[in-house]
């Protein structure tokens, strides 16, 4: 079982930038793909991004491809995601799950608890 915990998460202004990130324990960090999803109020929780072991292959959903990155410092054991030029519609809690890569997604096996993001117009 691997442990996640998210932060990074807070308030800002549409257009501002902010970096998520997801630390990871229990098992070897680069040994597994990790994801992040959101859900906002009232909806559904939505795939965003998804990194394999070694983070040589990502896919992010259409809805933020070109404004988020996801990546992933195995000798940190963290996963990032890179939010920039962010809009309202992408107010949600975000969460980190790691499991097996199923291109275009992933399949997970533990996720963390959430971070809120917010973005005001």
């Known amino acids: 079982q691997v442990q996640l915990v998210e932060s990074g998460g807070g308030l800002v202004q549409a257009g501002e930038s902010l970096r998520l990130s997801c630390v990871a324990s229990g098992r070897p960090f680069n040994g597994y793909a990790m994801g992040w999803f959101r859900q906002a109020p009232g909806k559904e929780r939505e795939f965003v991004a998804v990194?394999?072991?070694?983070?040589?292959?990502?896919k992010h959903a259409d809805s933020v491809k070109d404004r988020f990155t996801i990546s992933r410092d195995n000798g940190k054991n963290t996963l990032y995601l890179q939010m920039d030029n962010r809009k309202p519609g992408d107010t949600a809690v975000y969460s980190c799950p790691a499991g097996i890569l199923e291109i275009p997604t992933i399949r997970p096996d533990d996720w963390g608890q959430g971070t809120q993001v917010t973005v005001s117009s």
């Open positions: 990194i394999n072991s070694n983070g040589g292959l990502t």
